[in-house]
């Protein structure tokens, strides 16, 4: 992380929004990452919703 | 590049070391992937589930208080009955129908219902629609097959272990269980008559049976989305129930 901090351009403001941002983008593609993964654990019980609606 | 030529530069031993770390690292990373994995689906999701339920219960009051209720069709289930009343010469005919109530078809991803099954302890607010957003919120009513306390087959879809887990226990189901569901039209009360294991490409469990029949489906096993689990009740009790029972003794005066 202090490496990181180091490499990034600006002054600590900018450093510290950038971190923060780089944060949040992250949770946010984790929390796609686990809502696909989820569909294998636990699809809500529908039944192949596809063939049904065609 | 600049990693590679300074691993070049490094002696055996500090390679082997190096190795072991970065190795280190790639397996703690992936365990604090797996954890946080589990600790969202199996405790944030629900903690959302729970929320979504209770802020359901005012929109579900009002639809009881507004929803309009209508006679769709009667069946006559006693003939015409000639009766001489005794002091005078006046006759009466009598003719009891049978009537199918209908509640008007709810918004999709709407409360309309609550649905509970004793033996499980089971109680949620059921909503309109299987889509993945209304899902989340509870168990959810296929559009395309009647609503609960219809003749038909009325088929509700819920999550087993993620989003409140309100089919967590419907493997402990057994046959002659009573599920109560409420709705605008009223209460309707099911028991349950089968119960099997189907591949999530069997759909022939929505198609339509005679009576009303309640399917219940949801993921199985536990933790797995491979096979559906499917509860099948049949209609003992409720607005409709003398319609119904109407409808196959017709059924069965028609065929003999």
Redesign the interface.
């Known amino acids: 992380m202090r490496r990181l901090y180091r490499a990034l351009p600006g002054p600590p403001v900018v450093k510290v929004a950038v971190i923060v941002l780089i944060v949040l983008v992250v949770l946010v593609l984790?929390?796609l990452l686990?809502e696909w993964?989820?569909?294998?654990?636990?699809?809500?019980?529908?039944?192949?919703?596809l063939?049904?609606?065609t | 590049m600049v990693f590679r030529r300074r691993f070049d530069t490094l002696s055996a031993p500090m390679k082997v070391r190096r190795s072991l770390r970065v190795a280190g690292w790639v397996m703690v990373t992936v365990g604090a992937?797996l954890v946080?994995?589990f600790a969202?689906?199996l405790v944030f999701?629900n903690v959302l589930g729970a929320r979504s339920q209770r802020a359901a219960e005012p929109a579900l009051e009002e639809r009881y208080a507004t929803a309009e209720i209508e006679v769709a069709d009667t069946i006559p289930i006693t003939p015409p009955t000639t009766t001489t009343i005794p002091e005078g010469t006046t006759t009466t005919t009598q003719v009891v129908d049978a009537a199918r109530y209908t509640e008007p078809t709810p918004d999709m991803g709407t409360p309309f219902g609550e649905i509970a099954i004793p033996s499980i302890g089971l109680d949620k607010v059921l909503f309109e629609g299987?889509d993945?957003p209304t899902?989340k919120k509870g168990p959810?009513h296929?559009p395309?097959t009647p609503l609960p306390g219809q003749p038909g087959n009325a088929v509700v879809?819920?999550?087993?272990?993620?989003?409140g887990a309100p089919?967590f226990d419907l493997d402990k189901v057994e046959n002659g269980d009573e599920i109560v569901v409420t709705t605008a039209l009223g209460t309707s009360v099911y028991a349950v008559r089968r119960t099997i294991i189907v591949a999530?490409?069997?759909?022939w469990?929505?198609e339509e049976m005679q009576g009303a029949w309640l399917t219940?489906?949801?993921?199985n096993p536990k933790?797995?989305?491979r096979q559906?689990?499917i509860v099948q009740a049949e209609l003992v009790e409720g607005p409709n129930y003398l319609y119904v029972e109407a409808e196959r003794q017709r059924g069965l005066r028609e065929a003999s």
């Open positions: 984790l929390g686990f993964a989820g569909q294998f654990l636990d699809t809500g019980g529908t039944l192949a919703l063939s049904l609606q | 992937l946080a994995f969202y689906q999701t299987v993945v899902l959810g296929m395309w879809s819920g999550h087993r272990t993620t989003y089919f999530p490409t069997d759909v469990v929505t219940l489906t949801t993921c933790y797995s989305a559906r689990l």
